[in-house]
């Protein structure tokens, strides 16, 4: 389960928070394709509550009501056809499975599909489900049961939300039925969200009983679902992320942290000489790693100061470096722009989900980030490809915020985060020639559009980066020489 199945040559999946299945099948078609991304997790695609009361918050999708494929993102067709293009285009998709919950009590219930629920009585008969198939006696999480309780943590209620038994034959057929079903449709795994609220023992039952990925969609016969599981572990809690790795890869909250610390000027680059399981993470193959996702980016779910797009310099910096890096496998957050931190995605009065457009300059419009579109971040995706699986070699760095280092002979890198220039000859490992920095431009046509990086026979360079350039990288790899 450790394993995402990605088409050979590539190495990163992006988080499409929102998006709509038609447009990440154009998505795959006309940019992460081509731009050699690994895969995409998508957000939850079973039906959800429709919560008008708050103006439809993104959080509604985190409110099961039933299993039919069906939300703002769109239908089973939809779906399947998304699901098809992107496995045609090299691209995978992950689905955020949302299987520890239903939906909290509303004076609302219709879901997205037209399915009605009876909250009093636990009553989800879009599944159906009745009070026999969730954890009694009723019980409610609090603050305090983190650090003492491990069995309150999995058997009562998150928020609110009505906690499915997963101890129960019923409960994990449905639950298998769903996600096998999604197999069918050619899937390559799944993020299983709020995996800490559920026994590992039942998880492990759940996960045995997956199918193998569909091999008309691709898959090597016997390839099993790649898996992530969701598990805030900041350390010193009751429940320890030690407990899933025997299952399946784990979300590594640390990474995150540690990096937005250190591209903010409160830890020194030179630090991250060892980055890895020496800071206190998981072990490379065990770890799901990014800078933001959708909750923390907006203050939800763990705690901590986490860079986002809002602070776009020091973003890039920190991408940069997890994209570089060869620790974990790497995720990116594409967002849509917010302020109020329960907004719902860019949507019409009716509710319907406004397709983001695509500028000029790859960038995008209609209120999307796409920070996988920005041209540092979908450049370095091609970095991490090309440097493969060499490891870091030929460290440097100032005693402070400047470090470079090389991928094997494949991929060079630098940063600059001293508020002082970086100017200095340093070892590249790549054989002489000309070389175009992917940060400050790209490669065009055979002219480059940013700096032009000259390596001697020695495979030295002089290298440059102002403190207040708009950037504070320079990458440079085999794919960019002249
Ligand atoms: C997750 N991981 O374990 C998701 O990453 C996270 O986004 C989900 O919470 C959570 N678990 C449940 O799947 C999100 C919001 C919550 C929201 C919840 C359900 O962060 O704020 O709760 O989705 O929609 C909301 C209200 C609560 C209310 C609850 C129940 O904010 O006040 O009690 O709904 O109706
Ligand atoms: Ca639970």
Redo the contacts with the bound molecule.
């Keep these: 389960y450790k394993n995402p199945h990605y088409a050979a040559g590539r190495s990163t999946m992006v988080h499409l928070f929102e998006w709509k299945w038609d447009d990440i099948a154009a998505e795959c078609e006309r940019f992460l394709g081509p731009r050699g991304f690994g895969g995409i997790q998508i957000s939850p695609p079973n039906e959800n509550l429709v ?1 008008w009361s708050r103006n439809r ?1 993104w ?5 099961p009501i039933s299993y039919r494929l069906i939300t703002r993102s769109g239908n089973e067709n939809q779906f399947a056809n998304m699901v098809r293009r992107c496995n045609n285009a090299g691209v995978r998709i992950y689905v955020d499975a ?1 299987i ?2 239903m ?4 004076n609302e219930n219709v879901g997205t599909g037209g399915s009605t629920a009876n909250f009093g009585d636990w009553h989800f008969p879009g599944v159906p489900y009745g009070r026999n198939d969730f954890n009694w006696p009723h019980c409610v999480i609090s603050g305090n049961d983190y650090n003492c309780c491990a069995d309150r943590v999995r058997n009562c209620e ?4 009505k906690d499915l038994n997963q101890g129960s034959e019923y409960v994990r057929e449905q639950i298998v039925n769903f996600m096998n079903h999604l197999i069918s449709l050619g899937v390559a795994g799944f993020r299983i ?5 559920m026994w590992p023992g039942d998880l492990s039952v759940i996960y045995s009983r997956l199918h193998n990925l569909n091999t008309a969609h691709g898959f090597p016969s016997g390839a099993r679902p790649y898996i992530f599981q ?1 598990v ?1 572990d900041l350390g010193g809690e009751a429940i320890s992320r030690n407990e899933y790795i025997a299952l399946a890869a784990v979300t590594e909250f640390r990474f995150g942290l540690e990096l937005s610390r250190a591209f903010s000027q409160q830890n020194q680059l030179r630090w991250l000489s060892n980055w890895g399981p020496q800071w206190g993470l998981l072990a490379s193959g065990d770890s799901l790693t990014f800078i933001d ?3 923390n980016q907006r203050g ?2 763990a705690g901590g100061n986490i860079l986002t797009y809002k602070r776009s310099k020091q973003y890039k910096g920190a991408i940069a470096f997890m994209l570089a890096h060869p620790y974990g496998q790497p995720q990116l957050m594409s967002s849509y722009d917010f302020h109020d931190t ?1 907004a719902g995605p860019p949507m019409d009065h009716n509710g319907n989900i406004v397709s983001p457009s695509i500028n000029s300059d790859n960038s995008c419009g209609n209120g999307w980030i796409c920070e996988h579109r920005w041209r540092q971040i979908a450049g370095m995706v091609g970095f991490r490809n090309v440097a493969g699986n060499t490891g870091v070699n030929d460290w440097w760095d100032n005693g402070s915020n400047q470090i470079a280092f090389c991928r094997g002979g494949q991929a060079f890198i630098a940063f600059n985060n001293d508020n002082w220039g970086l100017s200095q000859t340093l070892q590249t490992c790549l054989p002489a020639g000309r070389y175009c920095d992917i940060i400050s431009g790209e490669k065009i046509n055979n002219a480059c559009t940013g700096k032009t990086i000259t390596v001697g026979n020695d495979g030295r360079a002089h290298i440059s980066i102002g403190s207040n350039e708009y950037d504070m990288v320079l990458a440079i790899h085999r794919g960019t020489q002249s």
């Design positions: 919560i918050p959080w509604e999708r985190y409110q949302i520890n919950h939906t909290g009590t509303w998150l928020s609110g939300l969200d709020a995996a800490k609220h969701e805030i996702n959708h909750d939800h779910g329960e």
